[in-house]
Protein backbone atom coordinates (compact mmCIF):
# COMPACT_ATOMS: atom_id res chain seq x y z
CA UNK A 1 0.00 0.00 0.00
CA UNK A 2 1.66 3.33 -0.66
CA UNK A 3 1.40 6.08 1.85
CA UNK A 4 0.43 8.93 1.44
CA UNK A 5 2.57 12.18 1.68
CA UNK A 6 2.90 14.23 4.82
CA UNK A 7 1.49 17.30 4.99
CA UNK A 8 3.34 20.32 6.88
CA UNK A 9 1.63 22.49 8.49
CA UNK A 10 3.20 26.13 9.08
CA UNK A 11 2.71 27.38 12.60
CA UNK A 12 0.04 30.28 12.84
CA UNK A 13 1.76 33.78 11.78
CA UNK A 14 1.33 35.05 15.50
CA UNK A 15 3.13 32.05 16.91
CA UNK A 16 5.93 33.03 14.21
CA UNK A 17 6.11 36.70 15.38
CA UNK A 18 6.51 35.43 19.50
CA UNK A 19 9.22 32.89 18.12
CA UNK A 20 10.73 35.82 16.67
CA UNK A 21 10.48 37.78 19.34
CA UNK A 22 11.59 35.21 21.62
CA UNK A 23 14.95 34.45 19.57
CA UNK A 24 15.91 37.88 20.27
CA UNK A 25 15.00 37.89 23.68
CA UNK A 26 17.22 35.20 24.66
CA UNK A 27 20.07 35.73 22.34
CA UNK A 28 20.42 39.16 24.35
CA UNK A 29 18.89 41.22 21.73
CA UNK A 30 16.56 42.32 23.80
CA UNK A 31 17.17 42.68 27.61
CA UNK A 32 15.66 42.74 30.92
CA UNK A 33 13.36 46.03 31.17
CA UNK A 34 13.46 46.85 27.32
CA UNK A 35 10.50 47.36 25.47
CA UNK A 36 8.61 44.76 23.09
CA UNK A 37 8.05 46.24 19.74
CA UNK A 38 3.80 47.50 19.96
CA UNK A 39 0.78 46.35 18.48
CA UNK A 40 0.85 48.94 16.07
CA UNK A 41 4.64 48.09 15.06
CA UNK A 42 4.50 44.37 14.51
CA UNK A 43 0.85 45.32 12.81
CA UNK A 44 2.90 47.25 9.84
CA UNK A 45 5.93 45.01 10.34
CA UNK A 46 4.34 42.00 9.91
CA UNK A 47 1.30 43.25 8.09
CA UNK A 48 -1.26 41.02 10.36
CA UNK A 49 -4.61 42.67 12.21
CA UNK A 50 -3.83 43.90 15.60
CA UNK A 51 -5.69 40.87 17.21
CA UNK A 52 -2.48 38.66 15.70
CA UNK A 53 -0.24 41.52 17.23
CA UNK A 54 -2.00 41.22 20.50
CA UNK A 55 -1.66 37.09 20.92
CA UNK A 56 2.27 36.94 19.95
CA UNK A 57 2.60 39.18 22.49
CA UNK A 58 0.40 37.31 24.84
CA UNK A 59 2.51 34.54 24.20
CA UNK A 60 5.51 35.63 25.74
CA UNK A 61 3.86 37.00 28.33
CA UNK A 62 2.43 34.05 29.56
CA UNK A 63 5.84 32.18 28.92
CA UNK A 64 6.75 34.57 31.49
CA UNK A 65 9.19 36.56 29.60
CA UNK A 66 7.14 39.55 29.50
CA UNK A 67 5.20 41.75 31.10
CA UNK A 68 2.21 44.66 30.06
CA UNK A 69 2.70 47.98 31.73
CA UNK A 70 -0.85 49.42 32.09
CA UNK A 71 -0.49 52.77 29.21
CA UNK A 72 2.67 51.76 28.96
CA UNK A 73 4.10 48.60 26.70
CA UNK A 74 5.21 45.72 27.06
CA UNK A 75 8.73 44.84 28.60
CA UNK A 76 11.25 41.91 28.19
CA UNK A 77 10.80 40.12 31.93
CA UNK A 78 14.56 38.23 32.35
CA UNK A 79 15.72 37.06 35.57
CA UNK A 80 18.32 35.31 36.91
CA UNK A 81 16.82 32.58 39.27
CA UNK A 82 17.32 32.02 42.87
CA UNK A 83 18.83 29.35 44.01
CA UNK A 84 17.00 28.25 47.21
CA UNK A 85 19.20 25.31 48.79
CA UNK A 86 17.16 23.81 51.49
CA UNK A 87 19.33 22.51 54.11
CA UNK A 88 22.54 24.93 53.66
CA UNK A 89 19.88 28.24 53.96
CA UNK A 90 18.90 27.05 57.25
CA UNK A 91 21.92 25.75 58.77
CA UNK A 92 23.13 26.89 62.08
CA UNK A 93 26.25 28.13 60.75
CA UNK A 94 24.49 30.46 58.83
CA UNK A 95 22.55 32.52 61.41
CA UNK A 96 24.99 31.69 64.53
CA UNK A 97 27.34 33.42 62.76
CA UNK A 98 25.07 36.50 62.72
CA UNK A 99 24.26 35.17 58.74
CA UNK A 100 20.70 35.95 57.41
CA UNK A 101 19.10 33.13 55.60
CA UNK A 102 18.99 35.25 52.61
CA UNK A 103 22.66 35.49 52.15
CA UNK A 104 22.77 32.42 51.19
CA UNK A 105 19.88 33.04 48.81
CA UNK A 106 21.14 35.97 47.16
CA UNK A 107 25.18 34.93 47.47
CA UNK A 108 26.38 38.67 46.83
CA UNK A 109 22.90 39.70 44.99
CA UNK A 110 21.53 42.84 46.12
CA UNK A 111 17.55 42.36 47.99
CA UNK A 112 15.95 44.78 50.40
CA UNK A 113 13.07 43.95 52.74
CA UNK A 114 9.69 46.16 52.83
CA UNK A 115 6.22 45.72 53.60
CA UNK A 116 6.94 44.83 56.63
CA UNK A 117 4.28 44.42 59.10
CA UNK A 118 4.40 42.93 63.25
CA UNK A 119 1.55 42.47 64.95
CA UNK A 120 0.15 40.30 67.91
CA UNK A 121 -3.04 38.82 66.90
CA UNK A 122 -5.11 35.44 66.91
CA UNK A 123 -3.85 32.32 65.69
CA UNK A 124 -5.38 31.01 62.44
CA UNK A 125 -6.77 27.06 62.89
CA UNK A 126 -3.97 25.82 61.18
CA UNK A 127 -0.91 27.45 62.83
CA UNK A 128 -2.77 27.41 66.76
CA UNK A 129 -3.26 23.47 65.88
CA UNK A 130 0.83 23.34 65.11
CA UNK A 131 1.99 25.83 67.70
CA UNK A 132 -0.25 24.99 70.25
CA UNK A 133 -0.86 28.71 70.75
CA UNK A 134 -4.51 30.86 70.60
CA UNK A 135 -2.39 33.87 70.03
CA UNK A 136 0.99 34.63 67.89
CA UNK A 137 3.12 37.09 66.63
CA UNK A 138 2.73 37.60 63.23
CA UNK A 139 6.29 39.18 61.08
CA UNK A 140 4.91 39.93 57.85
CA UNK A 141 7.54 41.08 54.99
CA UNK A 142 8.46 41.50 50.80
CA UNK A 143 11.58 40.55 49.73
CA UNK A 144 12.61 41.80 46.44
CA UNK A 145 15.86 40.64 44.64
CA UNK A 146 17.64 43.11 42.02
CA UNK A 147 14.91 45.41 42.71
CA UNK A 148 12.44 42.21 41.37
CA UNK A 149 9.84 41.23 44.21
CA UNK A 150 10.33 37.72 44.46
CA UNK A 151 8.86 36.23 47.61
CA UNK A 152 5.65 37.17 50.16
CA UNK A 153 6.31 35.60 54.03
CA UNK A 154 4.43 35.98 57.34
CA UNK A 155 6.22 34.24 60.25
CA UNK A 156 4.47 33.11 63.34
CA UNK A 157 5.60 32.46 66.51
CA UNK A 158 3.73 31.92 69.56
CA UNK A 159 2.94 35.02 71.63
CA UNK A 160 3.85 34.21 74.92
CA UNK A 161 7.34 32.73 73.74
CA UNK A 162 9.10 36.18 71.85
CA UNK A 163 6.79 38.92 73.95
CA UNK A 164 9.07 42.23 74.41
CA UNK A 165 12.14 40.23 72.48
CA UNK A 166 13.82 41.60 69.41
CA UNK A 167 11.94 39.19 67.58
CA UNK A 168 8.99 41.85 67.17
CA UNK A 169 10.90 44.55 66.69
CA UNK A 170 11.54 45.57 62.90
CA UNK A 171 15.43 44.82 62.99
CA UNK A 172 15.79 41.79 64.82
CA UNK A 173 19.36 42.04 64.60
CA UNK A 174 22.91 39.72 63.94
CA UNK A 175 21.85 36.32 62.75
CA UNK A 176 17.72 37.24 62.97
CA UNK A 177 15.04 35.76 64.50
CA UNK A 178 16.81 31.92 65.09
CA UNK A 179 19.71 33.79 66.51
CA UNK A 180 17.17 35.63 68.55
CA UNK A 181 14.84 32.10 69.60
CA UNK A 182 18.76 30.68 70.24
CA UNK A 183 18.94 33.53 72.86
CA UNK A 184 15.74 32.62 74.42
CA UNK A 185 16.69 28.84 74.94
CA UNK A 186 14.62 27.80 71.87
CA UNK A 187 17.23 27.32 69.02
CA UNK A 188 15.58 25.80 66.09
CA UNK A 189 16.98 22.22 65.41
CA UNK A 190 14.93 20.72 62.85
CA UNK A 191 12.77 22.40 60.22
CA UNK A 192 10.17 20.53 58.36
CA UNK A 193 8.82 22.29 54.88
CA UNK A 194 5.52 21.07 52.42
CA UNK A 195 5.98 22.04 48.98
CA UNK A 196 3.24 23.24 46.39
CA UNK A 197 2.46 25.21 43.25
CA UNK A 198 -0.80 26.91 42.99
CA UNK A 199 -1.70 30.07 40.93
CA UNK A 200 -1.40 33.12 43.00
CA UNK A 201 -4.29 35.34 44.92
CA UNK A 202 -5.05 38.30 43.56
CA UNK A 203 -3.37 40.43 46.34
CA UNK A 204 -0.13 37.79 46.22
CA UNK A 205 0.22 38.39 42.24
CA UNK A 206 -0.19 42.29 42.80
CA UNK A 207 2.64 42.62 45.24
CA UNK A 208 4.88 40.49 43.53
CA UNK A 209 3.65 42.30 40.46
CA UNK A 210 3.49 38.86 38.58
CA UNK A 211 2.26 38.59 34.79
CA UNK A 212 -1.11 36.73 34.06
CA UNK A 213 -0.66 33.30 34.48
CA UNK A 214 2.58 32.82 36.44
CA UNK A 215 2.08 30.43 39.59
CA UNK A 216 3.70 30.77 42.55
CA UNK A 217 5.41 28.01 45.07
CA UNK A 218 3.69 27.99 48.11
CA UNK A 219 6.32 26.70 51.22
CA UNK A 220 4.90 25.94 54.52
CA UNK A 221 7.92 25.78 57.05
CA UNK A 222 8.09 24.38 60.63
CA UNK A 223 10.90 24.85 62.84
CA UNK A 224 11.26 22.96 65.94
CA UNK A 225 13.20 23.17 69.09
CA UNK A 226 14.99 20.70 71.26
CA UNK A 227 12.34 18.12 72.31
CA UNK A 228 10.52 18.64 68.99
CA UNK A 229 9.05 21.64 70.05
CA UNK A 230 7.68 24.36 67.53
CA UNK A 231 8.53 27.82 67.49
CA UNK A 232 7.63 29.01 64.00
CA UNK A 233 5.70 28.56 61.28
CA UNK A 234 6.54 30.58 58.32
CA UNK A 235 4.10 30.66 55.07
CA UNK A 236 6.06 31.60 51.97
CA UNK A 237 4.97 32.24 48.54
CA UNK A 238 7.80 32.46 45.94
CA UNK A 239 7.04 33.89 42.23
CA UNK A 240 7.83 30.48 40.77
CA UNK A 241 9.99 31.78 37.24
CA UNK A 242 12.63 33.28 40.29
CA UNK A 243 13.32 30.55 42.16
CA UNK A 244 15.22 27.34 41.48
CA UNK A 245 14.63 24.66 44.12
CA UNK A 246 18.02 22.48 45.10
CA UNK A 247 17.55 19.52 48.19
CA UNK A 248 20.57 17.56 48.49
CA UNK A 249 20.15 14.08 50.33
CA UNK A 250 21.88 11.35 51.54
CA UNK A 251 21.33 8.04 50.10
Given at each position: ?T?SP?V???S?I?R?I?????D?ILS???GD??R???E?AL??E??V???T??Q?L?V?????L??????SG?Y?RLF??????GS??L?R?Q??Q?LA?WD???????????????????????V?R???A?E?W???????????????A???F?A??????????P???P?G??A????????P?H?S?E??????????????G???????ISV??VA???G???V???E?I??A???V??YD???
Amino acid sequence: MTESPSVHHESPIYRRIADRLRDQILSGALGDGDRLPGENALMKEHGVARATARQALAVLINEGLAVPKRGSGVYVRLFRPIRRHGSRRLSREQWAQGLAIWDSDTRGRSYVVDEVTILREPASEQVARVLGAGEVWVRRRRYSVDGRPVQLAASCFPADLVEDTAVVLPDTGPGGVYARLGELGRAPVHFSEEVRARMPLPGEAESLGLPAGTPVISVTRVAFAEGGVPVEVNEMILDAASYVLQYDFDA
